[in-house]
């Protein structure tokens, strides 16, 4: 049998969810410390400039909460009971004032009893329970209190049975307690572990059409009914002792006969004993005005209050083993709209395209990492921006070659329109293969299609030394020297694979890093600044590569302040000590012998610092750049691709010098 849902919202025809912007997001927040993990949470809870975040939900969560309370209060039967009780007592009064046949000391006894009625509802409709009414309108007001209670208390265990019992009759009123006498024997069946399957379809095949839910077994009907049930005690938790007892005494009235009470007493014990674990002794604080409830929409609210509180639980993400799967749309829709329903869904489907797109991976201790797919996404995207920023401080056109027309440099690239290079056939139709094993389509592509790359340079070996101490994350360039080594990573690792690049962290001692390694390192308080352990094994790695350019870049925010001793202990003194300085000019002196064009990068202001780097740029012919935080991997990728045999990098602080040189310029 074929069952149709209401439409849920969303757009069908959408693209797939974009997790580009979800990743650069990520790894900022990795290059900061954070961990993979944590970093995917944290903008799931942001969300995206387009797409509401689960903060935004739980707001909206807590707004309607809070809305809810304040709107409403628990008095709506009770005055509603008030409104009838005078009304029947009007209507009596008057007719007591117009039977002129009617005897003087009967009339005279009936105006003094309504005149005395105690101030209670409660006690007021019991003290007129036996009353002979004389006027048939006061008759019919004082029925329907009795009418109304019965049908409160049943749509307190049953939604939409007061509207159902409007006028009813007795005999319909008999089917309700033949349906509530039927219910509790199934659920006592149930409870000894004595009923079947074909019970509970003889119950439902009589008694169904009072449960529109539709429940498929008895468990869907128990949870059905115990929710319910539950909130309908916790409204009676949060009215106040006298509102409380005024109902009590009331629910005697409910019909005109106890047998209800005793029935709903009987399903109420029961489910709480076949479901202890729901909420029956929580309480909620209404507001003083607002909209008097009924017991029926009071317990409604009462559920919708459960229901607010299980979203903000499932949104706040915050118990173990937690997903965005989790969250139940049906619930979200109905409290906030199909709207919200729509955003959390988006969020799902994108904590599963980050899962699963290869983007993040689980390390063989356990701890989710950045995968080098995703770290090469994320290093093409910082270096667009630092294409950028390049092209718009010279005011020049961006251009795709990466050297001059010429001899073949051996690297490849992705072909993009308006290049001349001749096409890489191997390259491109081994792209071809690869994507149609994974995805089909046709042979080939304009995607799969690589160019041969022309080289008019020489090799370069590059050190890039960058200043790990605490003092960088303190300041707030921590991130930023981050996406400058991973920017540079990603330059020489696509378009100029014949440099070899070297990533040297030095703090109160220095060591090479693996991209993954220094995007991930966070940031520990450690007194040293050590340049001279840093230059040490930069020469290493140009002395590794005599054929090659060496380039030394070095971004620091500090003066030398340890150094590595003969012995391989470190040495640290502030304010730096001579033979600190000594030793860091020494391995700088070694580097210029060995050709190595050098750039400092000097991150802040302070003026002994200004002094001392450029001075050891001036003794080595070098160059020093002073850029801001957010300039600083346009300026580090500047200098790379300015540097070649025989030229300089910069010209002076602030200068980005000659970016271009023989490397071209790329995008």
Request: hydrophobic share 40%.
């Amino acid at each position: 049998m074929a069952r149709y849902l209401r439409y849920d919202g969303g757009d069908p025809l959408a693209p797939p969810v974009d997790i580009a912007e979800a990743l650069d997001a990520i790894g900022e927040d990795v290059m900061a410390g954070y961990s993979p993990e944590r970093a995917m949470r944290e903008f799931l809870r942001r969300g995206g400039q387009d797409q509401a975040g689960l903060d935004d939900l739980a707001r909206r969560v807590a707004e309607r909460r809070r809305d809810l309370l304040q709107r409403n209060n628990l008095d709506g039967t009770l005055q509603e009971v008030r409104e009838l009780l005078e009304r029947a007592v009007l209507e009596e009064r008057k007719q007591l004032a117009r039977d002129a046949l009617m005897d003087d000391g009967d009339r005279a006894f009936r105006e003094m009893r309504l005149q005395n009625l105690p101030d209670s509802p409660a006690a007021a409709v019991t003290e007129l329970g036996d009353y002979d009414w004389q006027s048939s309108e006061a008759r019919e007001a004082f029925e329907q209190i009795k009418d109304l209670l019965g049908r409160e208390l049943l749509d307190q265990r049953f939604a939409g049975m007061k509207q159902a019992l409007e006028n009813a009759t007795e005999q319909d009123r008999q089917a309700i307690n033949e349906m509530l006498s039927d219910l509790n024997d199934l659920l006592e069946k149930h409870a000894a572990g004595e009923d079947t399957p074909e019970d509970f379809q003889e119950f439902m095949d009589k008694h169904g059409q009072h449960f529109p839910e539709n429940p498929q077994d008895i468990d869907e009907l128990l949870d059905t009914l115990a929710q319910r049930s539950a909130a309908a005690q916790r409204m009676l938790n949060s009215m106040t002792p006298e509102q409380r007892a005024e109902l009590m005494q009331l629910s005697a009235q409910a019909f005109g006969s106890p047998a209800l009470m005793d029935q709903l007493d009987r399903l109420d014990q029961n489910l709480m004993d076949l479901r202890p674990g729901e909420d029956w002794g929580g309480s909620e604080q209404f507001g003083e005005g607002g909209t008097g409830l009924g017991l029926g929409d009071g317990t409604g609210v009462l559920q919708d209050l459960a229901d607010l509180d299980a979203l903000a639980d499932q949104l706040s993400q915050a118990y173990g083993g937690a997903r965005l799967d989790d969250v139940d749309l049906d619930k979200l829709a109905r409290q906030l709209g199909n709207e919200a329903a729509v955003d959390a869904r988006k969020l799902q489907e994108l904590e599963k395209a980050l899962r699963q797109s290869g983007a993040m991976e689980r390390s063989f201790d356990g701890e989710l990492r950045l995968t080098p797919k995703a770290m090469r996404q994320l290093g093409k995207a910082l270096l667009r921006d630092v294409a950028q920023k390049l092209s718009g401080r010279q005011g020049q056109r961006d251009l795709r070659q990466a050297g001059a027309a010429g001899e073949l440099s051996g690297a490849t690239r992705p072909w993009a329109f308006g290049d001349t290079e001749p096409w890489d056939i191997p390259r491109t139709m081994l792209n071809g293969v690869l994507r149609r094993s994974g995805e089909g389509g046709p042979l080939l592509s304009i995607e799969d299609v690589e160019v041969s790359e022309t080289e008019a340079r020489t090799q370069a070996a590059v050190a890039l030394c960058v200043d790990t101490s605490f003092s960088m994350a303190m300041d707030g360039r921590w991130v930023p020297m981050k996406q400058t080594a991973l920017a540079l990573h990603t330059l020489i690792g696509s378009r100029f694979r014949g440099d070899s690049l070297e990533l040297i962290g030095f703090g109160r001692h220095a060591e090479t890093m693996q991209i993954e390694q220094l995007t991930a390192l966070d940031a520990k308080w450690a007194k040293g600044t050590n340049l001279h352990h840093a230059l040490l094994l930069a020469n290493r790695h140009f002395r590794k590569h005599p054929n090659a350019q060496p380039v030394l870049l070095i971004v620091t925010d500090g003066e030398p302040t340890s150094h590595l001793e003969s012995s391989g202990d470190i040495f640290f003194s502030y304010p730096p000590h001579p033979m600190t300085i000594a030793l860091a000019v020494r391995e700088l002196d070694n580097a210029q012998r060995l050709g190595a064009q050098t750039t400092f990068f000097r991150l802040g202001e302070d003026p002994g610092l200004a002094r001392f780097i450029d001075s050891m740029a001036r003794r080595v012919d070098g160059s020093v750049i002073a850029p801001e935080e957010g300039d600083l991997g346009a300026a580090v990728v500047g200098s790379y691709l300015g540097s070649r045999r025989g030229g300089r990098s910069g010209a002076g602080p602030g200068s980005y010098g000659d970016m271009f040189g023989s490397r071209g310029f790329w995008v």
